[in-house]
Structure formats: C-alpha cells, structure tokens
C-alpha cells in the first residue's frame, strides 16, 4: 500500500488532473487522502464528484500546507507514502517504478527519481532534474548540493515513525523534513520519470522574498538543531543572489549578500 498526501488551497484549475493521474497509475494499491486547506473556489466540488474508494477527504481552515500536509500523515496507513501537489501530475509508472526499487533492496529507505518542470500554459519541458547520489542523504541535503534534493518527490518507507512537517516554516519545510529522517536512513533513485511539476502559475516560490526569508528561517532551525556550518548560509546567499538578479532585481541581490 502507498500513502499519496495531497494538500489542496484553492486548486479547483487543475486539481482534476492530479487526481487523474493518481487513478491512471500502474500500481493500483494505494490511497489518495486529499487535505483541503480551507479553499475558497470550487476545489471541494471537484473533490467530491470522484466517487472511488480509495481516496480519502479531510476538510480544515486554512493553516498552511505544512499543517494539510500533517493530516495526511496522521491518517495515512501505507507501508510507503509520497506526495502530490494538487498542481501536479505523477506518470502513469511513478508508484510502481519507486516501489521496485524498494524491492530490491530492502535496506531502502528513500526512492527519488526523475523530475520534469512544464510550462502550464505550452506544456512545453522547461528543465529536467535527475538525481546524482545514492548512500545516505545527510551531508548532501545538509550541503544544498541538489544531487539528491529537487522538492517533495522522494517516496520514504513508512516505519511508524511521527512524520511530521515544521509547521512554523513557509519554505524550506519538504527538505527539512527529509533532513531530519534522513540521518538515519538509505536514499536510491530510478531512472524512471517518477514527477511531473507545474510552472507558469502563482505560488509561494514565486515571492522571492518570502523564499530568502524562509531559507534563513530554516538555517536558524538547522543551526539550533544540527549545529549547521556557515557553507550552509552562504549557499542560500548564492541562491538568493542569483534568483533575484534572474527576477532583474539587483538591489535586493546586493542586499542579500549583506545578511
């Protein structure tokens, strides 16, 4: 069984084909517990005309995706879970192609793979991510160095742990998290196209501000918790940097460089 964990806030666009793309999967044993956070468009009547009893609705006031994200894990009751943004597509093999590598090491504790980014509005592939690492994700999450870290695409196996997301943060949250269990635990990838990501749209990437404040917010998590070196900070200065002069926004590069 595989958990899927969708938070929705006003997703009622392109909600339907998330959920699509849940029921058009090769492998079939899952549940898809949807989380709405307080939506104020038609998300919940999209949600409830799907009648397949596999998916599970949870219904709150806004809190956040973190907190929509922490009732799915409370109520999941899979042997693995992944994610899904309701903006989002998972390929048709994406369960079954992470699950096999589980299969075959069952000292496995995380299954990546590879990612697409598409422009919403052409459908046009505008990057590509594939992973470059297997072992124990630690140092390489710790470091920033994106060989094992796209966003919230890693399958993980379920060991009844409390899996639960920061819900003070509001960036940054999805790598925290597999920061904090992949201490202790194997990462591997398939070569398979296991995500499809959304781009062209609204969302909280998007305000480079609230992103800069939400990376240094999660150093100072990381620096209370795991005594983080300065490498880290600097690389979120380097991110910062180079996302605002990509936004032509060079005082605020300058600024960031500063902190």
């Given at each position: 069984?595989?958990?899927i964990?969708?938070?929705?806030?006003?997703?009622?666009?392109?909600?339907?084909?998330?959920?699509?793309?849940?029921?058009?999967?090769?492998?079939?044993?899952?549940?898809?517990?949807?989380?709405?956070?307080?939506?104020?468009?038609?998300?919940?009547?999209?949600?409830?005309?799907?009648?397949?009893?596999?998916?599970?609705y949870?219904?709150?006031?806004?809190?956040?995706?973190?907190?929509?994200?922490?009732?799915?894990?409370?109520?999941?009751?899979?042997?693995?879970?992944?994610?899904?943004?309701?903006?989002?597509?998972?390929?048709?093999?994406?369960?079954?192609?992470?699950?096999?590598?589980?299969?075959?090491?069952?000292?496995?504790?995380?299954?990546?793979?590879?990612v697409?980014?598409?422009?919403t509005?052409?459908?046009?592939?505008k990057?590509?991510?594939?992973?470059?690492?297997?072992?124990?994700?630690?140092?390489?999450?710790?470091?920033?160095?994106?060989?094992?870290?796209?966003?919230?695409?890693?399958?993980?196996?379920?060991?009844?742990?409390?899996?639960?997301?920061?819900?003070?943060?509001?960036?940054?949250?999805?790598?925290?998290?597999?920061?904090?269990?992949?201490?202790?635990?194997?990462?591997?990838?398939?070569?398979?196209?296991?995500?499809?990501?959304?781009?062209?749209?609204?969302?909280?990437?998007?305000?480079?501000?609230?992103?800069?404040?939400?990376?240094?917010?999660?150093?100072?998590?990381?620096?209370?918790?795991?005594?983080?070196?300065?490498?880290?900070?600097?690389?979120?200065?380097?991110?910062?940097?180079?996302?605002?002069?990509?936004?032509?926004?060079?005082?605020?590069?300058?600024?960031?460089?500063?902190?």
């Open positions: 069984m595989v958990s964990i969708m938070p929705v806030y006003n997703g009622a666009r392109f909600i339907a084909e998330a959920i699509d793309s849940v029921l058009a999967q090769h492998h079939t044993n899952w549940e898809l517990i949807i989380v709405n956070d307080g939506s104020t468009d038609s998300s919940e009547k999209v949600i409830l005309s799907y009648n397949d009893e596999r998916l599970q949870y219904n709150q006031e806004n809190k956040g995706v973190s907190a929509a994200r922490n009732v799915g894990l409370k109520a999941m009751t899979g042997d693995f879970f992944c994610f899904l943004d309701a903006d989002d597509l998972l390929p048709k093999n994406s369960l079954a192609s992470r699950l096999q590598v589980f299969y075959a090491d069952k000292q496995t504790d995380f299954v990546d793979g590879r697409e980014v598409f422009d509005n052409t459908g046009k592939i990057r590509k991510y594939i992973p470059e690492f297997e072992g124990n994700p630690f140092d390489e999450l710790i470091s920033l160095s994106g060989k094992c870290f796209f966003g919230i695409t890693w399958m993980l196996k379920n060991k009844g742990g409390d899996y639960l997301f920061d819900e003070s943060l509001t960036h940054g949250e999805d790598l925290l998290l597999f920061i904090e269990y992949g201490q202790n635990g194997i990462y591997k990838y398939t070569d398979d196209l296991i995500y499809k990501c959304r781009t062209g749209i609204d969302s909280a990437m998007s305000d480079l501000k609230k992103l800069e404040e939400g990376y240094f917010t999660l150093y100072d998590v990381l620096s209370s918790r795991h005594g983080v070196s300065m490498a880290f900070k600097s690389k979120i200065k380097s991110i910062m940097f180079k996302s605002y002069l990509g936004r032509f926004q060079p005082f605020n590069a300058i600024k960031v460089l500063l902190r």
